[in-house]
């Protein structure tokens, strides 16, 4: 999660656009990085304003619905529960995963 972060901290710092979807197993960070006694809870509040949300269904799979919510983090179902990553292709984004 940390070099997904690192990626997005750099590309904002340069002023591109960039946005971090938590998905899969990764659904169970927010609840984890948004405590500030974690190791990377700078990190994650350096990029918090790139959070575009993470996937609703996985989120249910990992039992992490919760801890999202209460991260403030949007919960994202735009495709049968899960974010739309074509849209964000078709918006001319690349895809990067870790």
């Known amino acids: 999660m940390v070099n997904a ?5 750099e590309f904002t710092e340069a002023g591109d656009d960039a946005t971090l979807i938590f998905d899969g197993a990764a659904t169970r960070w927010p ?3 948004s405590d500030p006694d974690h190791v990377a809870h700078r990190l994650y509040e350096s990029v918090r304003g790139a959070i575009a949300g993470a996937c609703s269904y996985c989120a249910d799979s990992f039992d992490a619905t ?3 919510r209460e991260a403030g983090v949007t919960l994202l179902d735009e495709y049968k529960r899960h974010p739309s990553f074509r849209s964000l292709v078709v918006a001319g ?4 995963t870790f």
């Not at 972060?5 to 901290?9: G, L």
């Open 5 to 9: 972060m690192m990626v997005v901290r």
């Open 93 to 96: 984004y690349q895809i990067l």
């Open 31 to 33: 609840g984890k990085l």
């Open 66 to 68: 919760e801890d999202v």
